[in-house]
């Protein structure tokens, strides 16, 4: 019998195409689904995960192309597959429900529920047979199935019960009072006893990059000159970027490099080697910023390396960004299995066989290389006799040691490097997620943009532009302000998340900043109109995840927490502040402070789950300080003006461009746009009033070291 497709075959996720001709009878997320178990009274089966997710990959090879265990599926359930990066809003909520039933979370995540959307039980991977302590696939289908025709009344009370609870949760709370320095102090005080003093990062294995946590360090040691919280984030950056989790084949204008999702040991040597736009938008913002705190070229080249890496590796024909891509690729000795990190790994004789005998005696000493394999941490005996590369000795130290000069270590490790990577684009690469998500470009369009002016780079700036021009083209909606998530082959689906507004109106401000296009500041005003008009909660003064005449969700939730992506409220009182400097519109302020007011109480609980809001919270308290630009785009005077603003690592500073049309624009900007003649020249407005104009770089530099 020839083999048939199920109804994911017409969907456009990379996640259920995968899934597609699995014998198992998956339905997207949906009213069809959610019918079909109404009218044949099954249970649902939610399994929700994402295309470049390891252990998705593993249940699905086990138990999804079973024909036996799909055959138990499809008839005692309705089985439904959510691609999670698609409807995030959806997986969330699911997800506090099985945390809050099982003490862990994770993907893929398996929730059965009432055909109402109610849940009844959840977990994440399950194996295919009994082991490592979880009971295996069939016998929790075989179990499930026989409670719900013996026992139905009881599970459906259950599920009602426990749906309640999570409405509870949905709840928005009254604010307690107000985040003061208090919270910002205890922030700090939890992540100072979670960090690693000698690795950096915090807490134990796994390890993760929280670029959130960096952001708070940074913008605490600046607001309290508390040179401790700068020295947790510049080591645990300078140790991210030696480590493996950092791709040490990245070569200039061919691609490679960026940083992969986690680190599953202490020393960031041996990662989960999927790559995530996502992260690597955030942690190149996170490199700019040492490089304004410290002036360590070894920050800047690193965000150099990552925007590299996006450019080369993961931008779409259109400009845009895709999502991300695999941990697991084909395995190099020819088995025809997949191996997770395999297109990453070598052996010390594959190094020795591609590279002439001094570089490969230079590489090796600088990246770690052994015969026995270099990884520190391998559970699965994965890694025996490979290689991951990290930098186990600086160019100094190999300057020192093989008594050659700095410069000659570099271009021989740049020759070994290129010869590396050249060898390594003839494997088979990992899976790509070539989805286009806004959220995710929004993140990226900020790095790149801030990039450009700290950088100085107006490649950057290019490739910025492209992809807003192309979401705001494709993703969005002028007259009805409507922002959609999703874009793939041909199509732009799926309703915008709160996520979506506000990552893409934080790329839009960090574009006008560095470009003075006021399009892309118009643009972001629309979407902050639209976004408070869909999303916010007037009464609570806070942002829901979901749109009010979105009905994908059972549930709208509020994101209260910066997480691995961050919530969309951190970053909306970020930017509704902005705003406000911008155009001296006080409602929009007011939208900011009532949103960073809301947590007071969660931060009282968890001091540190939003150290972003936190950032946000320094902006709001301290003095304002605005640099009114005057002169024309594109002048270089006007160019070198700006980057000096963007010299130093400065959070509550706002740079506007006086335009005479500019009607959004601070009453004070507009009028020194009508009245401004001459050269360039930068107004620095601080404690309630405006400097007299600053023409040269040097004097506008000084005038901000001497604000407090």
């Known amino acids: 019998m020839e083999k048939q497709p199920n109804k994911l075959i017409n969907e456009k996720s990379p996640y259920l195409l995968q899934h597609a001709w699995n014998p198992v009878d998956w339905h997207p997320w949906g009213e069809e689904a959610f019918r079909k178990a109404r009218e044949t009274g099954r249970p649902i089966f939610l399994s929700s995960g994402y295309s470049t997710c390891h252990w998705c990959h593993v249940m699905e090879h086990e138990s999804f192309e079973n024909p036996e265990t799909a055959a138990l599926l499809n008839r005692h359930f309705v089985p439904v597959k959510l691609d999670r990066e698609e409807h995030p809003d959806v997986d969330h909520l699911y997800m506090i429900f099985v945390q809050a039933t099982t003490g862990r979370g994770g993907w893929p995540m398996s929730v059965w529920m009432t055909p109402d959307l109610k849940p009844f039980f959840g977990g994440s991977y399950f194996p295919d047979t009994e082991r490592w302590g979880m009971p295996s696939f069939r016998s929790v289908l075989k179990h499930l199935a026989d409670l719900w025709e013996r026992d139905r009344p009881r599970l459906l009370a259950s599920a009602g019960s426990i749906m309640d609870q999570l409405a509870g949760f949905a709840r928005p709370e009254a604010a307690a009072g107000e985040v003061t320095d208090r919270h910002a102090s205890a922030c700090f005080a939890s992540l100072e006893r979670g960090f690693d003093a000698e690795w950096g990062g915090f807490g134990g294995e796994p390890k993760f990059p929280r670029p959130a946590v960096l952001s708070f360090l940074f913008s605490h040691a600046a607001a309290t000159g508390n040179r401790h919280?700068?020295?947790?984030?510049?080591?645990?950056?300078?140790?991210?970027?030696?480590?493996?989790?950092?791709?040490?084949?990245?070569?200039?204008?061919?691609?490679?490099?960026?940083?992969?999702?986690?680190?599953?040991?202490?020393?960031?040597?041996?990662?989960?080697?999927?790559?995530?736009?996502?992260?690597?938008?955030?942690?190149?913002?996170?490199?700019?910023?040492?490089?304004?705190?410290?002036?360590?070229?070894?920050?800047?080249?690193?965000?150099?390396?990552?925007?590299?890496?996006?450019?080369?590796?993961?931008?779409?024909?259109?400009?845009?960004?895709?999502?991300?891509?695999?941990?697991?690729?084909?395995?190099?000795?020819?088995?025809?299995?997949?191996?997770?990190?395999?297109?990453?790994?070598?052996?010390?004789?594959?190094?020795?066989?591609?590279l002439n005998a001094d570089e490969a005696a230079l590489f090796g000493a600088a990246c770690g290389i052994r015969r026995e394999g270099n990884a520190p941490f391998d559970p699965h005996g994965e890694?025996?006799?490979?290689?991951?590369?990290?930098?186990?000795?600086?160019?100094?130290?190999?300057?020192?040691?093989?008594?050659?000069?700095?410069?000659?270590?570099?271009?021989?490790?740049?020759?070994?490097?290129?010869?590396?990577?050249?060898?390594?684009?003839?494997?088979?690469?990992?899976?790509?997620?070539?989805?286009?998500?806004?959220?995710?470009?929004?993140?990226?369009?900020?790095?790149?943009?801030?990039?450009?002016?700290?950088?100085?780079?107006?490649?950057?700036?290019?490739?910025?532009?492209?992809?807003?021009?192309?979401?705001?083209?494709?993703?969005?909606?002028?007259?009805?302000?409507?922002?959609?998530?999703?874009?793939?082959?041909?199509?732009?689906?799926?309703?915008?998340?709160?996520?979506?507004?506000?990552?893409?109106i934080l790329g839009l401000?960090?574009?006008?900043?560095?470009?003075?296009?006021?399009?892309?500041?118009?643009?972001?005003?629309?979407?902050?109109?639209?976004?408070?008009?869909?999303?916010?909660?007037?009464?609570?003064?806070?942002?829901?995840?979901?749109?009010?005449?979105?009905?994908?969700?059972?549930?709208?939730m509020i994101e209260d927490n910066d997480n691995a992506e961050p919530s969309a409220n951190s970053v909306n009182a970020l930017n509704y502040l902005r705003l406000a400097a911008i155009t001296g519109r006080d409602e929009l302020r007011d939208i900011a402070l009532r949103t960073i007011r809301h947590f007071s109480r969660a931060l009282d609980a968890n001091p540190s789950a939003l150290p972003l809001l936190l950032v946000a919270r320094q902006i709001a308290t301290a003095p304002p300080v605005q640099i009114i630009f005057a002169g024309k785009r594109g002048n270089p005077a006007l160019a070198?003006?700006?980057?000096?603003?963007?010299?130093?690592?400065?959070?509550?500073?706002?740079?506007?461009?006086?335009?005479?049309?500019?009607?959004?624009?601070?009453?004070?900007?507009?009028?020194?746009?009508?009245?401004?003649?001459?050269?360039?020249?930068?107004?620095?407005?601080?404690?309630?009033?405006?400097?007299?104009?600053?023409?040269?770089?040097?004097?506008?530099?000084?005038?901000?070291?001497?604000?407090?």
């Open 383 to 504: 890694f025996t006799g490979k290689n991951i590369p990290f930098r186990a000795k600086s160019n100094d130290e190999l300057a020192e040691a093989f008594g050659i000069p700095v410069e000659t270590i570099r271009q021989r490790l740049d020759s070994a490097r290129k010869k590396l990577f050249e060898a390594r684009e003839k494997r088979p690469r990992p899976g790509l997620d070539d989805k286009i998500l806004t959220s995710w470009n929004g993140l990226m369009i900020s790095a790149l943009a801030k990039g450009s002016l700290i950088l100085g780079d107006q490649k950057l700036l290019e490739a910025a532009e492209r992809s807003a021009r192309f979401i705001l083209d494709t993703l969005y909606d002028s007259e009805s302000g409507h922002l959609l998530r999703r874009y793939r082959d041909g199509e732009a689906a799926i309703e915008g998340k709160a996520a979506d507004y506000a990552c893409l």
């Open 229 to 354: 919280a700068l020295d947790m984030a510049l080591l645990t950056l300078r140790k991210m970027a030696d480590g493996g989790i950092h791709d040490q084949l990245g070569v200039s204008g061919l691609g490679g490099g960026g940083f992969a999702r986690y680190s599953t040991d202490r020393f960031w040597r041996v990662p989960h080697f999927e790559k995530m736009l996502y992260d690597n938008a955030q942690l190149a913002a996170s490199y700019l910023e040492a490089y304004q705190a410290s002036g360590e070229e070894l920050f800047a080249d690193t965000a150099r390396d990552i925007f590299n890496y996006v450019l080369c590796d993961m931008t779409s024909p259109e400009g845009a960004f895709w999502s991300a891509e695999d941990a697991d690729s084909l395995d190099t000795g020819g088995s025809g299995k997949k191996r997770e990190g395999a297109f990453y790994l070598w052996t010390e004789a594959e190094v020795s066989a591609l």
């Open 640 to 708: 070198k003006l700006v980057a000096t603003a963007f010299r130093h690592n400065r959070p509550e500073l706002t740079v506007i461009h006086a335009d005479e049309t500019g009607e959004e624009l601070l009453p004070e900007a507009a009028q020194i746009g009508r009245t401004h003649k001459g050269e360039p020249a930068a107004y620095l407005c601080a404690d309630g009033s405006c400097q007299p104009a600053i023409s040269d770089p040097e004097s506008l530099d000084a005038a901000l070291g001497s604000l407090k």
């Open 509 to 556: 401000l960090d574009l006008y900043s560095a470009s003075f296009d006021a399009d892309w500041l118009r643009a972001a005003i629309r979407l902050a109109e639209a976004q408070i008009e869909r999303f916010f909660d007037e009464d609570a003064g806070v942002f829901y995840s979901t749109a009010a005449d979105d009905q994908s969700v059972p549930l709208r």
